[in-house]
């Protein structure tokens, strides 16, 4: 069965502090893994993605992730947390490309200043 | 850059009424999702479309139906609404078939709020 299951439904971090969000996945075939955001009452936006390339990838607004097969992971992580960055972060999974993502459940991001 | 364009952005209906959602994808893509989020929840896959054919069926109510039409854009038809169904609906574009595409791209969401 595929799934994905994001570790910790809410984290709380300083402002200049690193950013952790944790990711992990299962599934029977190789995936194409994708973090999304989603600032209050806004749409969903594509923070970067992974697919077969390499296994570390960049995205935007300073955020990273890293493909571990082998803990069958993609993480999140940013260096020094923004104010700006207070939202809700996806994980989510895709099989045979982008058809039918699977979202994890989310983890609200909490900036202190 | 052109976005994913929803409309209505905000949707109230009664009980028992119908409501039509529509999506405009990005130019020159050809694939378009329809995700239901209800409060506090992850976003559901309800249904997808490939030039203009149904190419995938998720959690979609048989209530509900939706089409892609020839110039790409999407409606999703609710109709004999229930309370249980006010959530926000996302709509997504990408390109290529299910085994091509490697990138949705979303738009900003109708909320519904049925009464």
């Known amino acids: 069965a595929q799934s994905v299951t994001q570790l910790d439904s809410h984290v709380s971090v300083s402002e200049g502090t690193p950013v952790l969000l944790r990711c992990n996945y299962s599934?029977?075939?190789?995936?194409?893994l994708f973090w999304y955001v989603q600032h209050p009452n806004k749409g969903l936006q594509l923070l970067l993605k992974y697919t077969s390339a390499a296994t570390l990838v960049k995205g935007i607004n300073g955020f990273e992730a890293e493909f571990k097969k082998s803990e069958t992971s993609f993480h999140l992580t940013k260096p020094s947390a923004h104010m700006s960055d207070a939202a809700e972060y996806f994980c989510?999974?895709?099989?045979?490309?982008?058809?039918?993502?699977?979202f994890g459940t989310g983890t609200r991001l909490t900036v202190i200043p | 850059a052109a976005g994913v364009i929803q409309s209505p952005r905000h949707l109230i209906k009664e009980k028992r009424e119908t409501a039509t959602l529509k999506c405009y994808p990005i130019?020159?893509?050809?694939?378009v999702y329809w995700y239901q989020q209800g409060p506090g929840q992850d976003p559901q896959f309800l249904i997808s479309f490939y030039e203009k054919m149904q190419s995938d069926k998720g959690s979609i109510p048989d209530r509900f139906s939706a089409q892609q039409f020839s110039d790409y854009h999407s409606e999703l038809n609710m109709s004999s609404l229930e309370l249980g169904d006010s959530a926000l609906y996302f709509c997504?574009?990408?390109?290529?078939?299910?085994?091509?595409?490697?990138?949705?791209?979303f738009g900003p969401g109708t909320r519904l709020t049925v009464l």
């Open positions: 989510v999974v895709s099989f045979f490309g982008a058809n039918n993502l699977f």
């Open positions: 130019p020159r893509h050809d694939t």
């Open positions: 997504a574009s990408a390109t290529g078939d299910s085994y091509s595409t490697d990138t949705q791209y």
């Open positions: 599934s029977s075939y190789s995936p194409s």
